[in-house]
């Protein structure tokens, strides 16, 4: 039984906290792809970018948040400045929308055209992240590292292993429930909201109801800056800030967004995990798990471990082949809000 519980927590250690938590992350990066999606009809292919870019302004506040002595207690700083990187960013989202987007609205262009044109949006919010704040790893964690330490589990429970969960990881899961329940509160109980699932539904009929496109699409856009800056400063925390990671962030952000059917919010979340615990788990290596788990005599020589975290990103995009391949509308079917 106490093996059981050692191979438990080392379990829950390197796979279903980080998991949990990563998955909360990619979970609200989703929905910031399936609500641009859904509304605008097009794939933002900027959105990770978007992301970099809102992490980047709360990293540069909450430096000088620091510098001038103001911190959050036993809380990161970046919570304290996260509202204004999401309000800078709702002004480049919206400005870029201005200059770029609402043009091709107005001629009602194909989807393909918005594809490439956030192309371009990509790699110009690329080049300015990098002038902004550098291409180097960016640490900008402060407060209480961990809620529980291996050290104070051991004291507790006299266990051979101990359970660690960071403050990060227990504030990326909280923020991500709230922020998660507002928006569903949003959509749901507001006019506004409404208007946004109407005009999502049948564009046509919503301008017929007297429904203002363009109050949708700036609506639309600053839930999405705020998803995207909470869900780059949540990973920022949790690991680093690294400008470059925002981009190839986007492989696994459409693929939790499609693999829960693009276009669904509720499908988004659980794409989200869906991703997250299978990138996690087929890249952990299981040997020290097992040990515990199995007889002596049936211990692994081996790491037992599927795939290099190298590969990390290669088990998103083979899920989302998959998807793709048999089930293209995804676990929960996809536009719909």
Do not use: C
Not at 89 to 101: E, H, I, K, M, W
Not at 222 to 238: E, M, P
Not at 272 to 286: D, R
């Amino acid at each position: 039984m106490v093996d059981a519980l050692n191979g438990l927590i080392v379990l829950a250690n390197f796979v279903l906290i980080p998991a949990t938590a990563y998955g909360a992350q990619l979970a609200l990066g989703a929905l910031g792809v399936t609500l641009i999606y859904g509304i605008l009809r097009f794939s933002n292919f900027a959105h990770g970018d978007t992301m970099a870019f809102g992490t980047a302004i709360t990293v540069l506040v909450t430096w000088g948040f620091q510098a001038l002595g103001i911190s959050f207690g036993p809380l990161p700083t970046a919570l304290l400045a996260l509202p204004i990187g999401i309000a800078a960013t709702s002004l480049l989202v919206v400005g870029t929308d201005r200059a770029v987007y609402r043009f091709y609205r107005k001629q009602r262009a194909a989807p393909v055209i918005y594809l490439i044109a956030s192309l371009g949006v990509m790699f110009v919010l690329n080049g300015l992240v990098r002038f902004i704040i550098g291409t180097d790893d960016q640490r900008f964690t402060d407060g209480e590292r961990f809620l529980i330490s291996v050290r104070e589990f051991k004291a507790m429970t006299g266990l051979a292993e101990g359970l660690a969960i960071r403050t990060t990881q227990a504030i990326t899961v909280v923020v991500a429930v709230l922020v998660v329940a507002a928006l569903f509160w949003f959509l749901n109980r507001t006019r506004t909201g409404k208007s946004m699932r109407a005009y999502s539904d049948n564009e046509d009929l919503a301008l017929l109801s007297g429904i203002n496109p363009e109050r949708v699409v700036l609506y639309t856009w600053l839930i999405v800056a705020a998803l995207a800056t909470t869900a780059g400063v949540l990973y920022g925390l949790d690991k680093s800030f690294k400008p470059f990671v925002y981009f190839q962030l986007l492989l696994p952000i459409f693929a939790a967004a499609i693999v829960g059917g693009l276009g669904n919010p509720l499908g988004a979340i659980a794409g989200g995990f869906v991703i997250a615990y299978s990138e996690v788990l087929i890249t952990y290596p299981m040997k020290r798990v097992l040990g515990y788990w199995m007889p002596e005599s049936l211990e692994p020589d081996g790491l037992v471990q599927l795939l290099s975290t190298d590969y990390k990103f290669a088990v998103s995009f083979s899920i989302l082949l998959i998807v793709l391949l048999f089930r293209p509308t995804g676990l929960f079917k996809g536009k719909s809000l």
